[in-house]
């Protein structure tokens, strides 16, 4: 194994040239993969940084999982963790909306980061960081300024983030921001998951209590296995779009446990119930992480199908893993909520 001189992570698609090869691989020709095919905007070629190598401190993974992406100012963020060694830190990627070209990647902390979103209003990036072994999510603030100014290949210090729990829920599973909300959902494997709402202000600071322990403004119950979520605005309808996984598992169960997108209308996230049956749903490939819209034109959408863990390991008994998606993904927004 080569690695770069000059990056933190390698850079070149770990499996799939480009987005055509990839959208051409075998099991991709299914037919109800159509609807996902017919969404992909061709002209958005971004290969998931870091999944053939990612080093951090030092210390060297061929297991990075990707787990999420937001949208912050000209720049695309992408959260991975760590399958393997216990010791490497979880990655945050820093590439170009633009042109999906690669800037730098940084450390964070050695844990499980899930959701990331951000507040454009302040410029804070919210980052999911769940602790192993600890019963309350836990979220990490850290200025977007401070992320550029990081040197590649290093890791943030404690000092140059904020962290915030909220106890309402045992992990931080995935988030996002909208209308001044930071949303905060937990992927729950029940008949029902919840995320919880927290008002941020101008300065993009939340209302706490003691032991900065975010206060919700109220919840919302969702389906099991949520992903992420996105929310939609049009000219005339607010949505909000969940991706929901229930990991390598399709075929013949594919609409009741492959992976899909939900789309919900609603007009208050105060009286909205996302339980229900939702107005539309979108077959996707097999696991989807989080989505991220961006000018109400692109929905952004990662997976974490083509990590070392998953596509070179066997299926567990009644999963599968045949297809891999190894780019970002770039989503027609205005045909998913037509």
């Known amino acids: 194994m080569n690695f770069s001189d000059h990056t933190a992570a390698s850079t070149a698609p770990r499996i799939y040239g480009d987005i055509y090869s990839m959208l051409n691989q075998k099991h991709l020709k299914a037919r109800r993969y159509k609807a996902f095919k017919n969404l992909i905007l061709t002209n958005i070629d971004i290969p998931i940084s870091g999944l053939e190598w990612t080093t951090i401190d030092n210390i060297h993974s061929s297991q990075m999982v990707p787990q999420g992406l937001c949208c912050a100012n000209q720049y695309l963020l992408m959260t991975s963790y760590a399958h393997k060694p216990a010791s490497a830190k979880t990655a945050l990627a820093v590439l170009n909306i633009k042109d999906g070209s690669y800037v730098k990647t940084i450390g964070i902390e050695p844990v499980h980061a899930g959701g990331i979103a951000f507040h454009p209003q302040s410029g804070y990036v919210w980052i999911s960081c769940d602790e192993p072994g600890k019963s309350t999510a836990r979220l990490m603030c850290v200025a977007l300024n401070t992320v550029l100014k990081q040197k590649e290949g290093t890791a943030l210090s404690e000092s140059s983030f904020s962290l915030f729990y909220l106890a309402e829920l045992p992990r931080s599973s995935y988030l996002t921001i909208h209308d001044n909300l930071l949303c905060v959902g937990y992927f729950s494997k029940t008949k029902a998951g919840r995320f919880y709402t927290i008002p941020l202000n101008a300065l993009g600071q939340p209302e706490v209590t003691e032991g900065n322990t975010l206060k919700p403004l109220y919840g919302c119950n969702t389906r099991d296995y949520i992903q992420g979520v996105s929310f939609i605005k049009t000219a005339s309808q607010k949505y909000a779009v969940f991706s929901q996984s229930y990991g390598r598992r399709s075929h013949s169960m594919f609409f009741e446990r492959g992976s899909k997108l939900l789309i919900y209308p609603y007009e ?16 996707m490939p097999v696991m989807i992480e989080q989505t991220y819209p961006y000018r109400n034109e692109i929905l952004f959408a ?18 599968n893993s045949k297809n891999q998606i190894d780019h970002i993904c770039g989503l027609d927004l205005k045909k998913i909520v037509l």
């Not at 009286?271 to 229900?276: H, I, T, V």
């Not at 990662?302 to 999963?319: L, Q, W």
């Open 302 to 319: 990662v997976f974490e199908s083509a990590s070392r863990v998953y596509y070179d390991n066997p299926a567990p008994k009644g999963g």
């Open 268 to 283: 208050e996230l105060k009286k909205a119930d996302f339980f229900g049956k939702p107005k539309k749903r979108i077959g």
